[in-house]
């Protein structure tokens, strides 16, 4: 499969300027990931926001929830083949309810606190979206920053353009502001 709207980039560390770079993880396994068209339409979207680089990651093909950990050329994301520290903001698209317990296998392997309570603004902003999380969020609850409910496109943008124009030490004062995004 032919993958569109990429953007390459270069190997220097997040979080110093603009821009806000996006891990966009599909949790299951690549084949399927670049089947599913509204992981594709999202990452489309990142892209287009003006200062937001988006890249994407999913399990490799083959991958079963029994493996206990990943090697290390399978924990880097797919373009820009960089470790998850240089992302300011890690977000899934989860379209099927049995990709919940992937998407917490992948905090684990990457080394995130699962428990949201338990990361602090040197971790990457954790988020979710998608049509499972669209119908029920809450198994995911204690593990998520922030659910994207509804179309990306109207929350997206306003979203990063708020993460974008403010200097935030806290990520709980920025998801406090976030939630009074209409």
Known sequence: MIETNSIHQTNTPARCTDPIRVLLVYPNSKDVALANLGFQRVNTLLNQIDGVECDHYSLPVGWSPDVQQLEPSSMLSHEWNLPLDQFDVIAFSISFEPDYLNAVLILKYFGIPLERAERCALHPLVLAGGSAVFINPEPLADCIDAFFIGEGEG?????????RENEWSDPHELLRSAARIP
């Open 155 to 163: 929350l997206a943008e306003p979203f990063f353009r708020l993460f």
